[in-house]
C-alpha cells in the first residue's frame, strides 16, 4: 500500500524524560492516520514482519537565489540536509500508522528512506508499506 500524506513534513517533538506529546505532533500524527483512512478505507493492519519505503521531500524556500533553486534540476544536488532531522519525521509517520497500517512500528524490519526538495513545490511524504514474506523454517 502506498499512502501520501501532502503538507510539510513535521519531526516527532521530544519532551524530555516525561511520556507527553505536544499538540502539534498529535495533530500530524492525527493527519497521517486519516491520510491512511482516505486512501486505504477497507486496509486491516499487517501482521508479521513489515517493509516500510518513506520519501520525505520539502518545498524549495521561497528565499533561495534562481541560481540555488536551479541547482536543484542537476543530479545528486536536491537532498535536504537541514531540519528537521529524518528519523524523527519517521517516527511520527510511525506512530501514526500504528493500529492501521500495522499492528505496531515494531514490525517494521526493514526501511529505506530518503528526504530531499522537491521540484514541484508540493512538501509531502510518500509511504510504501509492504508485508515481508517469511520464507523456510523459522525454528
Not at 513535521?10 to 499538540?23: D, L, S
Not at 535536504?80 to 528519523?87: A, E, G, K, V
Amino acid at each position: 500500500m502506498i499512502i501520501t500524506i501532502p503538507g510539510t513534513p513535521i519531526a516527532k517533538q521530544r519532551t524530555g524524560k516525561t511520556f507527553y506529546t505536544p499538540k502539534n505532533t498529535r495533530n500530524y500524527e492525527k493527519h497521517i492516520a486519516a491520510c491512511f483512512l482516505e486512501q486505504c478505507p477497507n486496509q486491516k493492519p499487517l501482521i508479521g514482519p513489515v517493509y516500510m519505503g518513506l520519501t520525505i521531500m520539502f518545498a524549495v524556500p521561497t528565499s533561495w537565489s534562481k541560481k540555488r533553486k536551479a541547482a536543484l534540476i542537476e543530479p545528486d544536488r536536491n537532498w535536504h540536509i537541514t531540519p528537521p532531522d529524518m528519523s524523527n519525521v519517521l517516527k511520527a509517520i510511525e506512530d501514526g500508522l500504528n493500529g492501521l497500517a500495522y499492528e505496531d512500528d515494531k514490525q517494521i524490519a526493514l526501511l529505506r528512506m530518503g528526504k530531499f526538495y522537491t521540484l514541484n513545490g508540493q512538501a509531502r511524504c510518500v509511504v510504501d508499506i509492504q508485508p515481508l514474506i517469511i520464507t523456510g523454517d523459522t525454528k
